[in-house]
């Protein structure tokens, strides 16, 4: 039996169910900009030694937590690891980003892949899941999280990053079933991988659609949210006694968030591009909603920090349903003093935009 959650607000506010202050996390909270994790990194040699090394990614996962009064933990590991498991040659350069050493380039390569079973190929990320919830002892809920389906087959068609997308929309116009089908093959082991992540111990799973934002509507509800939507059906959604809320983040994306509420996901992710207000009344009280300060206000003054918190906090108003986090990761060169001005100024502030509703 998992030891009972001390500070569960995060997962209610998710479900939106009332709490006493706005729960905040970051994503990329265990990254760069802190010193300890930089050491960290040093001792394991490389990126992807770090993630395949189940006691130091969970040493890193819980870095911030004993730096910030933060209300969830997210899961250390990168959204390749699935790709990678599925035999693409995952590595990392540095100044240069993810490569992979055999991109898919035919018909032969597509018809050659098959879902990895997480817990082999990806077992070290399980071994993790499950050393990360012992050592939080309740203290926060554990996010586990995977890229979408959409952006993961973009890394796998580009071999990488890429600036025009190219090759990966090429695919997607020339070889429409190709692609439906390098896409329903990835959909089914991102759907495998969250399962195996939730059965190991976390207790929310999100979906990072970093390249959905990159599309035009129609080849976004295609091609992007279709196999997220496929995602989302197929997930163990009641877990340990909870439910297991799912959070879907299009970067880009605020144009479809309507189409995003009926995937089944508890909550949306926006970044700074959109109010909360305007999000708040497009999607009603169908979904949840996570954001969405711009990672750059962190580099402004103490002062600027808690004015912007506010506004974010004024955005989306009284009620329930709302997780603070910035529109996209934390930048590796922001002032890790400036994160405790901004996680305790979201506690603060929030406090009255909840009084009397818990």
């Avoid at 949840?288 to 506004?311: F, I, T």
């Amino acid at each position: 039996m998992s030891a009972p959650l001390k500070n569960d607000r995060f997962l209610r506010a998710l479900l939106r169910q009332p709490v006493d202050e706005t729960p905040v996390w970051m994503m990329r909270q265990a990254g760069r900009y802190l010193p300890e994790y930089r050491a960290t990194r040093q001792r394991a040699g490389s990126f992807m030694d770090l993630c395949r090394n189940p006691e130091l990614a969970c040493e890193v996962t819980l870095q911030p937590l004993d730096r910030y009064a933060l209300d969830a933990a997210i899961l250390f590991s990168d959204i390749l690891t699935v790709p990678d498991a599925m035999g693409l040659g995952l590595s990392f350069t540095q100044g240069e980003g993810p490569r992979f050493d055999r991109p898919i380039t035919t018909l032969r390569d597509i018809e050659a892949l098959a879902a990895p079973d997480p817990e082999v190929e990806l077992g070290y990320v399980m071994d993790a899941v499950r050393l990360i919830r012992r050592q939080l002892d309740g203290r926060v809920p554990l996010i586990g999280f995977s890229g979408s389906p959409w952006t993961l087959v973009t890394y796998m068609v580009e071999g990488g990053g890429s600036k025009d997308f190219g090759k990966v929309k090429g695919l997607m116009f020339d070889q429409p079933k190709a692609m439906h089908r390098l896409l329903t093959v990835v959909a089914t082991a991102v759907r495998d991988y969250l399962n195996a992540q939730i059965r190991a111990g976390a207790q929310a799973v999100m979906l990072f659609d970093t390249w959905g934002g990159v599309l035009t509507p129609t080849d976004y509800r295609d091609f992007s949210l279709r196999y997220m939507h496929e995602v989302v059906s197929g997930l163990i959604r009641e877990h340990d006694g909870r439910t297991v809320p799912v959070i879907l983040y299009t970067k880009g994306g605020g144009a479809w968030l309507e189409a995003q509420a009926t995937t089944g996901a508890d909550a949306l992710g926006i970044d700074w591009t959109l109010d909360l207000s305007e999000a708040r009344a497009r999607v009603g009280d169908k979904v949840a909603l996570q954001g969405n300060m711009d990672p750059c206000v962190l580099y402004a003054s103490d002062d600027r920090v808690r004015l912007e918190v506010a506004k974010v906090l004024e955005s989306f108003g009284h009620g329930e349903g709302h997780v603070f986090n910035l529109g996209h990761g934390i930048h590796q060169h922001i002032d890790p003093d400036r994160v405790s001005t901004f996680i305790d100024s979201v506690h603060e502030l929030s406090r009255p935009y909840h009084a009397g509703r818990t």
